[in-house]
C-alpha cells in the first residue's frame, strides 16, 4: 500500500541551529511531494513541493527539500531555525496521475528552544 | 481573497444527531477533499472529489458522506456521528497540476 513516513515524531532544536525533518515514501512510482506546516491553531500551509527536474527545491520562509530517489527521501531542512518555525510539519503526496488520492505523513512536531 | 471556508469553526453534538460541515471554495478547483487530523495520526483522508458529481473514498470513509453538486461546495456529511468522529477536519482545494492544496481554517468536532 502506498504510505508517506515521518520518523520523528518530536524534534526539539535551539534557535539559530539547523533543523532536518525526514519524509520517506513508498509509492510504486516516484510520487508527486510536498511539505506543509502547520502552526498551533492553523490551517496547513505548502512550504514547497517536487514533481520532477532539480533535486533540491527551494520553498518560502527559508526551507529547503531534498529529492533522493533511491532513498525513497524528501527531506526538508532549514540553515537557522527562528523562534517562529515552532510548528507541526507534514510531508505529503500522490502518485503523478491522480490528484485525489492525496496522503499525509502523521506529521514531525518541531519545538525551537531559546 | 482566495480561500476555503469551512463552517462551523467549532461543533459540540450528541451522539446520533445527524450534523454537516459545509466547505466552499472560490478558486473554481477541480478538486476538493476532507481530511480529520487526530494526534499522532497526521491528516487521514476521509474523501475526494475530481469534479461535480465524482467522488471516491479516501482511507478512512466509514461513517461519512459527501456530496458535489455543485463545483465550489463540498459538504460533508455525519448521518449518525459517533464519539470516535471527534476530531478536527479539514477541507481543501485544488487546480491540479503543480499547485498543492490549499487548506480550510478547520472545524473541531466534539461528539458527546
Known amino acids: 500500500a502506498q504510505s508517506v513516513t515521518q520518523p520523528d515524531i518530536h524534534i526539539t532544536v535551539s534557535e539559530g541551529a539547523s533543523l532536518e525533518l525526514r519524509c520517506n515514501y513508498s509509492?510504486?512510482?516516484?510520487?508527486?511531494l510536498f511539505w506543509y506546516v502547520q502552526s498551533p491553531g492553523q490551517g496547513l500551509q505548502l512550504l514547497l513541493k517536487?514533481?520532477?527536474?532539480?533535486?533540491l527545491v527551494q520553498g518560502i520562509k527559508g526551507f529547503e527539500a531534498e529529492f533522493k530517489r533511491s532513498q525513497s527521501s524528501f527531506n526538508l531542512r532549514k540553515p537557522s531555525v527562528h523562534w517562529s518555525d515552532a510548528a507541526e510539519y507534514f510531508c505529503a503526496a500522490h502518485e503523478t496521475d491522480s490528484w485525489g488520492k492525496f496522503q499525509f505523513g502523521a506529521g514531525t512536531q518541531v519545538v525551537v528552544t531559546p | 481573497e482566495a480561500q476555503v471556508t469551512q463552517n462551523p469553526r467549532y461543533l459540540i453534538t450528541v451522539t446520533g444527531k445527524k450534523l454537516t460541515v459545509t466547505c466552499s471554495q472560490n478558486?473554481?478547483?477541480?478538486?476538493m477533499s476532507w481530511y480529520r487530523q487526530d494526534p499522532g495520526l497526521g491528516l487521514r483522508q476521509i474523501y475526494y472529489?475530481?469534479?461535480?458529481?465524482?467522488?471516491d473514498k479516501g482511507d478512512v470513509p466509514e461513517g461519512y458522506k459527501v456530496s458535489r453538486k455543485e463545483k465550489r461546495n463540498f459538504p460533508l456529511i455525519l448521518e449518525s456521528p459517533s464519539p470516535n468522529q471527534t476530531s478536527l477536519y479539514f477541507c481543501?482545494?485544488?487546480?491540479?497540476?503543480?499547485?498543492?492544496?490549499?487548506f480550510g481554517s478547520g472545524t473541531r468536532l466534539t461528539v458527546v
Open positions: 478558486m473554481n478547483h477541480e478538486y
Open positions: 509509492y510504486g512510482a516516484t510520487p508527486y
Open positions: 481543501a482545494s485544488s487546480s491540479g497540476g503543480n499547485y498543492g492544496y490549499t
Open positions: 517536487y514533481f520532477s527536474g532539480d533535486t
Open positions: 472529489s475530481m469534479n461535480v458529481e465524482v467522488t
